[in-house]
């Protein structure tokens, strides 16, 4: 175990460098640069801040000069928010963003998994499909419609819940943390649905079920376990993905997390910036990619590693 | 052990569901307050027992800041909290009027080359220091210093050799600013510039703190770390959440301050914006939805506050490629067809008011010439297209096709939208619109090598028509219709040193209107301030550069909070 | 899809192999016993048609503006029955012009990830080994990176086209359609009927012809028809951040983010093409579940 583990870690170092340099040159690709503006600055000053940043220097000279960098942990200053380093704003957005994502992942898995597996036990019947339509709702509406529907009917007409904005309050958290639960609540229930129907299925149940076990039984000791394997290599890059912030949601609600840099960053062209958080996605799902695995060998000792995919 | 992560999930639902705490900030009902009476004393003060008990303005404020150092700043929003932050030589009255700020008087030279200015002996850093000739000197050459990287560098350009300073051929301290004493502080000026005071509002000429600079270097604006001159000081910077500011109680007239606390939100959105005013949770919006203007109209009214602003909103053709080079007549044809009142009506909706011109209205002493087609009705104007369409050597059968460029925006987007539908159904013309991010939007703007027609528009920097005017100069590096007009860069120099305003005026009006009559530029209409305010608040009025600072604002009672004390005195 | 899985099942009794057939006739007969899927299929095909003939039917233009009535209710005295937008474009028709780009959008974004995972999950797993560790070594790269990054960049470096659009989200959307490939192919080259195949001479690129690609018809049905409406979605977060479809055109997602804007002053503007966005990917999404139910070999035993 110990030797697997470490050899993950250590075919984690090329997948990082590939990610870092598709997403470096890509940026610098793009049209624009950090400092253009409506008001346009004297030629001479936009040279005085490219040298200032270093963005005169042919690139590989600058790409070199940034993978020395975070080698050191700096991801460097910001190019938009001049005040502030990317370290600087990681470490005020991630808290943030991760408060939300623990939640919303949470609720997530405790409802997907419950609606999903009463969906299994009335396959193709009216509870079944009353069930599984209105989890699909969490996907068939856009999270930009939800996110004020939830406003207006919460904030606006029924005055229980703050409007927008950011504290560490439970107020202040239910709306964001609920708009970014729906769509993972349907994915939930849905593959929980398939693989415990999957397991219902088989011999191994039909087996316990003949033994004369109360049906009770069998579902939450031999078939919720099995079950739950697709919904844990769901998890790993979902978990990544929702930690990260949603620029949706962020811009609706107000709130300074880190899922918005990834679009604004790229917009602005705060290079920096957006390697930052990039990297910091990379290393998270190589993280939770490795935990489920991990968690998959625990949960079920036969799984070879090699075919241990994730469903679509 | 699974039993145990699962009440710990439980635990962690339940306090993200569990109902709100009773102390927190509970959203009011979306009615809006009706303001007690306000009394004022023999200064001019409110009283104090109109005043609410809790002076903390809550002000909504577009974007985030990239930053808050004043010479690197950039955009209206950061502008709002550097004028509450520091202050200028000068500063404004509520309604626009430029007063003295740190400067309490100044003398001008009978050229009007030199301007020597007395500062406030009572004016003071945040940290107590006194604000001295000397700060100034040093701020200014950090300004004009090219390795600043100054965004408004510019803003000080008619300083003797400020320009040459710029390019790099002159060092920093060649700048014209001498400091004659501790508060006395002089400035000699190559032109002639009657906007200059109006210029020192400006944060790009406001003073830095030299020691915090020297000592935090591009840390000196954090929280701690900034001192500042002006009425408040920062306390608290949460980027994209919130940024706090205090009442500074060295400010060297601190006594008039009444607003205790500032926090300005960012927004992303303006529905979220509009949301949280409903909600209770502002008292100033940076913005207002356009959609929402009916539903405000009949439900907000006394909280909508609409006003001109010192802004065009115009097109611009890019006059160095096909279609646009050497062909006035289909610019004109495309000019005429747009009906202004349709636009403004029914697209922008908030009572802009469509135009022909260039440089809006609101100058106290400027008289723009007025385009003939400007008083024809639009019939006749779409009638004049047409014609102009064909002598252009375009027709139905070979009809023009066009690209109209905007940056993404819904407004602009819902503007292209109406403009091409004219197009086609006046004239014929087959456009292609396209909807480009800003930053590419701006480079294609800049390198006129694909853009055809494209969206500008202009707020001005001072109150000049020159801010508008200067744009088209064949060397100015926004001019990115590309109009190089010899005879027009000689106008904007010869208005550069002209001494007698009205010649001035003159030569200004002269200049628009060849700019006109070249339709270099489709004007559509002048923009609007539009804003939601609560009416508790007071001390603010309407100017057309949007300056307002929170100094002059303060926070009075509500009728209902009036009965409830009464009843709690009892 | 009624007719992609027409022609699975056609392909399948090409194949003249009994476990194939047997296969996709069993599929079949399972989908058509499923209510919802049934429903589903029956929607999606109203749909098509509708947005397709939709316009036809009206008098209005997408692209026009009725100048006299800008934002209306829908009414039928005005002739538009879904109302009209903020600037007075007739709802219905934008609405079915959004839907064809829609669902344009999807299929043609889903098929080219098809082509791509297909491709480099077969040649994987067949080839196993080295190659096959290599292969997927980069998948599990592009798979650390943040997809809607990547999209906006594409985005902004390549400009707005519409057809751009697509390719740039299925270019990046190829992952999970390769690694389900190759996992398939693994289990399936070493299944007793290839190794009879090849027992019996059959070629490498008949094996893949006739035994591996049949087999995994069931898996990738189900992935077009779940990763359709994921595409439809993808492109309505890109009109959120407006860098959507271009005007004149629009889609399902931009009229959903118009409509939002205006959820209280013009409840209309989001209603209708909410409605067709929401009923299109449930419908896609009981289509999908029903497919993978009635295809999933290991349900059958």
């Known amino acids: 175990m110990l030797k697997y583990s470490l050899r993950r870690l250590a075919s984690a170092i090329p997948t990082l460098f590939l990610l870092i340099t598709v997403a470096f040159f890509l940026i610098r690709i793009a049209p624009g640069g950090p400092f253009d503006s409506e008001r346009a600055l004297p030629p001479e000053i936009e040279a005085n801040l490219a040298a200032k940043y270093h963005l005169d220097e042919p690139l590989v000279f600058q790409y070199a000069r940034y993978l020395w960098q975070i080698a050191r942990l700096d991801f460097g200053p910001s190019f938009h928010y001049r005040d502030w380093t990317v370290n600087d704003l990681i470490l005020q957005g991630a808290p943030v963003s991760f408060t939300l994502g623990i939640l919303a992942l949470a609720i997530a898995l405790v409802v997907g998994v419950l609606v999903g597996a009463w969906a299994a036990l009335r396959q193709n019947r009216p509870g079944d499909y009353a069930v599984m339509s209105f989890a699909m709702i969490g996907i068939s509406i856009p999270n930009f419609v939800m996110a004020p529907l939830l406003i207006l009917l919460f904030a606006i007409t029924l005055g229980w819940l703050p409007a927008g904005g950011w504290e560490y309050t439970p107020s202040r958290t239910v709306l964001p943390v609920v708009t970014l639960a729906l769509p993972m609540i349907a994915y939930i229930a849905r593959i929980t649905r398939g693989s415990m129907i999957e397991v219902l299925h088989s011999s191994y149940i039909r087996t316990v079920r003949a033994k004369g076990m109360p049906e009770k039984e069998v579902i939450l000791r031999h078939a919720l376990k099995p079950a739950l394997l697709p919904v844990i290599s769901y998890l790993g890059p979902a978990a990544a993905a929702i930690m990260t912030g949603s620029v949706v949601v962020e811009r609706i609600f107000t709130i300074p997390g880190i899922g918005t840099y990834f679009v604004q960053g790229a917009l602005n062209r705060d290079y920096t910036l957006v390697m930052g958080v990039v990297i910091l996605y990379g290393m998270l799902i190589i993280l939770f990619n490795f935990l489920v695995d991990l968690l998959y060998a625990w949960l079920d000792p036969r799984i070879h590693y090699d075919d241990g995919e994730a469903e679509a | 052990m699974k039993r145990g992560a699962l009440s710990l999930l439980l635990a962690t639902l339940l306090a993200a569901c569990g109902a709100p705490a009773p102390d927190e900030d509970a959203p009011r009902p979306p009615r809006l307050p009706v303001p007690m009476e306000v009394a004022f004393d023999d200064d001019g003060r409110p009283l104090p027992e109109v005043l609410a008990d809790e002076q903390v303005l809550y002000r909504g404020n577009g974007e985030e800041p990239q930053t808050l150092d004043p010479h690197l700043g950039e955009g209206v929003p950061t502008a709002n909290i550097l004028r509450d932050l520091f202050e200028g030589l000068t500063t404004t009255a509520p309604d626009g009027r430029i007063v003295p700020g740190a400067a309490i008087h100044w003398d001008i030279s009978r050229d009007g080359l030199t301007y020597t200015f007395f500062l406030d002996p009572d004016g003071r850093w945040s940290n107590g220091e006194p604000v001295t000739a000397h700060d100034f000197v040093w701020s200014w050459r950090r300004v004009v210093d090219p390795t600043t990287g100054a965004a408004y560098g510019r803003m000080l350009a008619p300083v003797v050799n400020a320009e040459a300073i710029f390019s790099g051929e002159l060092s920093p301290e060649e700048l014209g600013v001498t400091a004659l004493s501790d508060t006395s502080f002089q400035v000699q000026l190559d032109d002639p510039t009657p906007y200059f005071l109006g210029l020192l509002t400006h944060p790009t000429t406001y003073p830095v703190f030299r020691p915090a600079l020297e000592e935090h270097g591009s840390m000196h604006v954090r929280p701690g770390n900034l001192v500042s001159n002006g009425a408040y000081r920062l306390t608290d910077w949460q980027v994209r959440s919130r940024i706090v500011l205090e009442r500074n109680e060295h400010f060297r007239d601190a006594d008039n301050v009444i607003i205790e606390r500032v926090v300005f939100y960012p927004f992303e959105d303006e529905n979220t914006e509009f949301n949280r005013f409903r909600a209770g949770d502002l008292h100033w919006t940076y913005q207002v939805p356009s959609a929402q203007f009916s539903w405000l109209k009949s439900n907000m009214d006394e909280a909508l506050k609409i006003s001109p602003w010192f802004g065009t909103y115009f097109f611009s053709f890019n006059l160095t490629r096909e279609p646009f080079e050497d062909s006035l007549a289909l610019r004109q044809a495309l000019n005429l067809a747009v009906d202004r009142e349709i636009i403004t009506e029914r697209v922008t909706r908030f009572g802009e008011m469509p135009t022909f011109n260039l440089v809006p209205p609101g100058l106290p002493d400027y008289e723009p010439y007025e385009p003939e087609h400007a008083a024809w009705t639009q019939a006749e104007r779409e009638d004049e297209a047409r014609r102009l369409y064909r002598q252009a050597g375009y027709s139905e059968s070979q009809p023009l096709t066009v690209e109209l460029r905007y940056n993404t925006s819904e407004n602009h987007r819902k503007i292209a939208v109406a403009i091409a539908a004219m197009w086609k159904q006046t004239l014929g013309v087959r456009t292609r619109l396209i909807n480009e991010e800003f930053r590419v939007f701006l480079q294609n703007r800049a390198q006129r090598r694909v853009t055809q027609a494209f969206r500008a528009g202009w707020i001005g920097d001072y109150m000049d028509a020159f801010t508008f005017l200067e744009l088209f100069h064949s060397g100015h590096g926004r001019n990115d219709a590309g109009y190089s007009n010899p005879r027009f860069d000689r106008l904007l120099e010869r208005i550069a040193s002209e001494r007698i305003p009205a010649k001035r005026r003159n030569l200004m009006v002269e200049a628009e209107r060849m700019l006109l009559d070249d339709q270099v530029v489709l004007p559509v209409f002048y923009y609007m301030i539009r804003r939601l305010i609560d009416p508790r608040l007071q001390g603010w009025d309407e100017n057309i550069m949007d300056y307002h600072l929170t100094r002059h604002m303060y926070l009075v009672k509500s009728q209902a909070e009036e009965v409830h004390d009464g009843e709690s005195e009892e | ?301």
Not at chain 3, 36 to 50: P, R, W
Not at chain 3, 68 to 96: C, K, N, Q
Not at chain 3, 141 to 158: D, E, K, N, Q
Not at chain 3, 265 to 294: E, K, Y
């Open chain 3, 1 to 301: 899809m009624s007719e992609s899985t027409r022609d699975a099942f056609e392909q399948a009794l090409d194949t003249r192999e009994i476990r194939g057939r047997s296969l996709y006739v069993d599929a079949w007969h399972r989908l058509l016993k499923n209510k919802a899927a049934v429903a589903g299929l029956v929607v999606l095909a109203i749909m098509v048609v509708l947005v397709l003939v939709g316009p036809l039917l009206s008098q209005w233009d997408h692209e026009i503006p009725d100048w006299e009535h800008y934002s209306t209710p829908p009414s039928l005295e005005t002739g538009h029955v879904f109302g009209t937008d903020a600037i007075g474009r007739d709802l219905f028709v934008r609405t079915m012009i959004g839907g064809q780009v829609s669902l344009l959008v999807g299929l043609l974004a889903t098929l080219v990830s098809l082509v791509i995972g297909v491709t480099y999950g077969a040649v994987a797993g067949y080839l196993g080994g080295r190659a096959d560790n290599v292969m997927m070594r980069f998948v599990d790269a592009v798979y650390a990176m943040p997809f809607m990054f990547f999209v906006i960049l594409l985005m902004v470096v390549f400009g707005r086209n519409i057809f751009l659009i697509f390719i740039a989200i299925g270019a990046i959307n190829w992952l999970d359609m390769a690694r389900i490939v190759r996992g398939q192919t693994l289990s399936l080259k070493n299944k007793d009927f290839v190794e009879a195949a090849r027992a019996c001479g059959a070629t490498e690129a008949q094996i893949i012809r006739r035994h591996i690609i049949p087999n995994l018809l069931g898996v990738v049905i189900v992935y077009v028809t779940l990763t359709i409406p994921q595409v439809i979605l993808v492109e309505s977060f890109l009109s959120f951040l407006g860098l959507g479809v271009q005007e004149p055109l629009t889609s399902w997602g931009a009229l959903v983010n118009e409509g939002a804007q205006e959820l209280e002053t013009a409840p209309w503007s989001l209603m209708f093409p909410a409605a067709f966005l929401a009923v299109t990917l449930f419908a896609f999404n009981f289509l999908g579940d029903g497919l993978r139910d009635a295809l999933d070999p290991k349900d059958r035993l």
